[in-house]
């Protein structure tokens, strides 16, 4: 070994080490497919590398992971043929830079040990999580097309420093060994190993091998002892997505989404489709159950892999759906792209518009299905991620009748702050007469739900949506109807209540109103310079009076957003 220095973690880098390593003692198993995803992944960049380069292979095409075990010294190795690493990359990559978000993820923990584990889950815990269950980590690495002796021998104990030094490597590619920790010898065993690659890894296209294993009892005499044992495959090395549905089991699409997400929760429902045409493509697309801690992350990763012709091309391809589908994890395998396509290239090429309009229907029938088959996975996804739909009608306005009917309110009908109303339901349950879309818009539910503008309504059993969310007023304001019936703000001007007012009532009112005229005078002389005009209403039927605001005024809720801003 030549060149060797010691240097520290990364703050961030550290911290996470040291949480990963306290707070994840109930879900040891996955380093082992942590390492395997980072061999295919590597594995799958010296595929793409070498399209354009072929001097990557050095004459050696065969791509596999192997591992192995030595039960007496306590090693698990994990050894791919894939891209490797420099002494910059390793540097980087294993020590000194922290994954992007790592500040935002460090800081949105709560001290409950069970919440973030979940949230490290999330985050995806990668490479640390070998420090599980090892008490020294040692990887040997080198850049494939380099020379033998730029070779990178890193090794720690996860406790704050690394050290890195060059030796001879003369196969390219990654080798990773782990000194067990004491009690965790259970890894350094064929069978164990075994059933974590087929439960995690299975679906991974790149061969994960290990040697044969006779049974005890079972060898044979003379010759056939003396052989060198054997390789064998213990996953099943095809793409997931390119197998056929009616081949998979949901255990397997659930290890699937895991692999691609790095969740550690199942995913709530997902879409799987083959298309042939002109458009050639293989879509595998995921809804998780809990929304990401960055989901609201303007710069937060985003996007699917992308694969041509089942060659890997990038992560976080975010060209494929639209911002209000950033939460959709999958995999979109297209035939009508090129192997050499860049980002740069994807937006420009008008496929990847087509593309993009098909999954953005498959993802809303995806949920429209899951609306109406399961109510309680809905609510469950309305409320990880209905904020964020909200942002899809104005976004996306070839597609908005169908995200309109995957919205989900609160309303007067139950009266709790559940979003569970949708506007399909709200116009089944209209009454006779009636022609718009009531609603009212406030800070918070209780301040909705008590607003004496819902007097009226409550008395002639009209419903009327309860809106709350910060993006309400925003949303509504770019909406004009459903279904051809308009979108009435229940605060805003004369209130036409349709025919849902008989003669005799608009007769009455009329009557009142000229009874109260010298009244009506007096009180809007009064009230000259504050309110533009005094009217007699059949709004309250409780309070006094109220203030309403003219039909193409702005809304109180905005009104005090700009009014905060300085406006
Ligand atoms: P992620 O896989 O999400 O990028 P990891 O913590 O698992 O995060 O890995 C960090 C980085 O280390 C990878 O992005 C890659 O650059 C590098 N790396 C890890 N394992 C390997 C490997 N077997 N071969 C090449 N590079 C690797
Ligand atoms: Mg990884």
Redesign the pocket.
């Known amino acids: 070994e030549t060149q060797k220095e010691t240097l520290g973690f990364q703050t961030e880098v550290k911290q996470l080490l040291h949480l990963m390593i306290h707070s994840l003692y109930s879900n040891k198993e996955i380093f082992l497919r942590?390492l395997i995803?980072?061999?295919s992944?590597?594995s799958e960049k010296l595929r793409f590398e070498a399209l354009n380069n072929d001097a990557l292979y050095e004459g050696d095409t065969d791509l596999d992971i192997r591992i192995e075990f030595d039960k007496d010294a306590g090693t698990v190795t994990i050894e791919?043929r894939?891209?490797?690493?420099n002494r910059q990359?390793v540097i980087e990559?294993?020590g000194t830079i922290a994954?992007s978000g790592t500040a935002g993820f460090l800081s949105s923990l709560t001290g409950d040990q069970a919440k973030d584990s979940q949230l490290i889950g999330q985050f995806?815990v990668?490479?640390?999580s070998a420090f599980i269950v090892a008490q020294r980590v040692d990887v040997y690495?080198r850049r494939a097309g380099e020379a033998a002796e730029n070779g990178v021998h890193w090794s720690s104990t996860g406790e704050g420093d690394f050290t890195i030094a060059n030796i001879d490597k003369a196969q390219r590619?990654?080798r990773?060994v782990l000194k067990l920790k004491e009690g965790e010898e259970e890894f350094a065993d064929g069978f164990r190993l075994r059933s974590l690659v087929r439960k995690y890894s299975d679906h991974i296209s790149i061969p994960v091998k290990m040697l044969k294993e006779e049974l005890p009892g079972s060898e044979e005499e003379g010759e056939e002892a003396q052989k060198a044992p054997e390789l064998e495959s213990v996953n099943s090395a095809t793409a997931l997505w390119t197998r056929s549905k009616s081949d998979l089991n949901d255990e397997e699409y659930q290890e699937f989404y895991k692999h691609i997400s790095?969740d550690f929760a199942d995913a709530l429902t997902w879409s799987h489709n083959k298309v042939e045409g002109n458009l050639e493509y293989t879509s595998l697309l995921y809804v998780p159950e809990n929304a990401p801690y960055d989901l609201w992350n303007r710069e937060a990763p985003r996007g699917l892999k992308l694969y041509v012709q089942r060659v890997f091309i990038m992560d976080q391809a975010d060209q494929f759906l639209p911002l209000y589908l950033r939460f959709i994890k999958g995999v979109v395998d297209s035939n009508n792209l090129s192997l050499n396509v860049s980002r740069e290239i994807l937006q420009k090429d008008p496929s990847v518009d087509k593309l993009r309009s098909a999954l953005t229907k498959r993802v809303l029938d995806m949920l429209a299905k899951l609306a109406k088959n399961d109510a309680d996975k809905y609510a469950t996804f309305w409320k990880a991620f209905g904020q964020v739909m909200k942002e899809g009608p104005a976004e996306d306005m070839a597609n908005r009748d169908k995200i309109l009917k995957l919205l989900r309110f609160a309303s007067t009908h139950s009266g709790t702050a559940e979003q569970n109303v949708s506007l399909e339901e709200y116009i089944g349950r209209m009454q006779e007469g009636q022609k718009k879309i009531y609603y009212v818009v406030a800070d918070n539910f209780n301040t909705a739900k008590n607003s004496p503008h819902l007097e009226v309504f409550r008395k002639k059993g009209i419903e009327v949506l309860l809106l709350s969310d910060r993006i309400d007023e925003w949303m509504m304001s770019q909406l004009f109807d459903f279904d051809g019936h308009n979108f009435q703000d229940v605060t805003k001007g004369e209130l036409d209540l349709g025919e849902t007012e008989s003669e005799e009532e608009k007769q009455k009112l009329e009557e009142v109103a000229k009874e109260h005229e010298g009244l009506i005078e007096r009180l809007g002389k009064v009230l000259e310079d504050r309110v533009e005009s005094v009217r007699i209403t059949h709004r309250l039927t409780d309070s006094p009076a109220c203030l309403v605001i003219g039909d193409y005024d702005m809304g109180l809720q905005m009104r005090r957003i700009m009014e905060a801003a300085g406006q």
């Not at 894939?82 to 690493?85: E, F, N, R």
Request: aromatic share 8%; hydrophobic share 30%; proline share 0%.
């Open positions: 942590e995803s980072n061999a992944d590597a791919d894939g891209i490797g690493m990359d990559h294993l994954k995806g990668g490479f640390y690495t590619g990654t990773i790095h």
